[in-house]
């Protein structure tokens, strides 16, 4: 006779079981009348396309009792508004991990994900322009802002980039954000895709310290990186912003003269970072142990759709799944195995695993536990945040302004699809 297991222990299934609920709770789906499938079996589906890395149709074709992929796609296409998925999620990912936080000053980062899009940019409306990577300059884009604590990721909020979306449009979201968390803030690093001067000064009037590489726009930063040695120097970007940058150089492919010289730039202002080889090394921690970028290409489903809330909803869903992982048991993760893996009352899931190193170790938040072992017990009920960002009237008004500027845009684009 097996032992019951430890209400300070989970294992996978708690985790996914933990995640659908959390979202079968919070993001409703209307399903009309006379439906079989519940909203509960449509999360987990994507919540086991994820945790597998695979499709839709492949969690469907492989597991028992499971709908027809069809009527999944159906079901959840034309479902979701990206607003309310971004506030959703944005929820769900900070409510338990803010609460396993240390109490003294974080690092937090900004990535963007650029998706490439290799369709007919008139089948779909929430495509982001971006600079040509991979043989496109078309993408679903995704910004994500997270923590980084003892090398692991934790993200706290997400965002879709549309056409008319700026980085800075986002920068501005994300450092109200920061602004109403309790929560201190070492610095903030950021993808270079946020090296522009409207972000910078955002930065500045925030009184953040951060650290970025810059591009090498116009002349002068060119020959600044072209030549010279490790320096700091001041520059002038655009004629708007005036800011430090560490230029580092280093020696590569074993060749210790002028042509062996890589050279770095690095737009930093913080207290701790002094030299060019501190902004290097600083900036390297953003990556740590883990990516946060790579992470994220490697946990979310596989899907051709074009419904920007389903794939929105598809990334939240591999996010959530990847904090409760790393707040719950502080595991590594790993590719699934071939083959499914059993769940709990008799049904199976296919490609669903997740192992880490101590499998059921005891977790580091005895209220995270409860929580998890409330929800997956199938009892009932909303679980309240328990530590909530209080969002200023600046990032409401900037919110809205950027929710119009997406409507306008979408609007903007279905006229013109159809007068062609």
């Known amino acids: 006779m097996e032992k019951p297991q430890a209400d300070s222990k989970i294992e996978e299934e708690h985790l996914l079981n933990f995640v659908v609920n959390s979202l079968d709770e919070e993001l409703a789906i209307d399903l009309g009348e006379d439906v079989k499938v519940t909203t509960e079996t449509l999360y987990e589906v994507l919540a086991g396309a994820s945790a597998g890395g695979t499709s839709i149709n492949h969690v469907c074709e492989t597991t028992d009792d499971s709908p027809h992929a069809n009527t999944v796609r159906g079901h959840l296409t034309d479902q979701f508004e990206l607003d309310s998925v971004e506030e959703v999620g944005d929820m769900l990912l900070q409510r338990d991990t803010l609460e396993t936080l240390p109490d003294r000053p974080v690092e937090v980062c900004a990535d963007l994900h650029l998706d490439p899009y290799y369709g007919d940019e008139d089948e779909t409306e929430a495509l982001y322009s971006s600079q ?36 800075s449009d986002v920068l501005a979201e994300f450092l109200e954000l920061l602004d109403g968390l309790d929560l201190g803030v070492k610095a903030v690093y950021l993808d270079r895709g946020f090296y522009n001067s409207t972000c910078l ?37 655009a004629g708007e912003v005036t800011f430090p940058v560490f230029i580092d150089c280093v020696y590569q492919q074993g060749r210790y003269d002028e042509h062996g010289v890589a050279r770095h730039g690095y737009a930093a202002d913080a207290p701790f970072i002094d030299t060019p080889q501190d902004a290097r090394e600083h900036y390297s921690k953003r990556f740590g142990i883990e990516s946060s970028y790579r992470l994220a290409k490697q946990s979310p489903a596989f899907t051709s759709s074009q419904d920007a809330g389903l794939r929105l909803v598809m990334f939240v869903v591999s996010l959530l799944l ?10 590594t993760w790993r590719r699934p195995a071939a083959g499914g893996a059993a769940s709990g009352d008799g049904r199976s899931r296919s490609s669903v695993r997740w192992c880490c190193e101590q499998l059921g170790q005891p977790l580091a938040s005895g209220g995270l536990s409860q929580r998890i072992n409330h929800l997956t017990t199938g009892s009932s009920g909303s679980c309240p945040p328990l530590r909530t960002a209080v969002v200023s009237d600046n990032a409401a008004a900037s919110a809205a302004n950027r ?5 306008r845009a979408i609007e903007t684009h279905r006229l013109c699809h159809l007068e062609s």
């Open 403 to 407: 929710r119009r500027r997406r409507l």
């Open 201 to 237: 000064k955002l930065l500045y009037a925030h009184n953040y310290a951060y650290a970025m590489p810059i591009i090498k726009w116009g002349e002068t930063i060119q020959q600044e990186l072209n030549t010279g040695w490790s320096r700091e120097i001041e520059h002038d970007l």
């Open 132 to 167: 040509a990577k991979r043989g496109t300059t078309t993408f679903h884009a995704y910004a994500t802002l997270y923590v980084r604590v003892r090398n692991k990721r934790y993200t706290l909020a997400v965002r879709q980039l549309v056409a008319g979306d700026t980085t």
């Open 322 to 331: 990847q904090n409760s992982w790393r707040y719950s048991i502080g595991g």
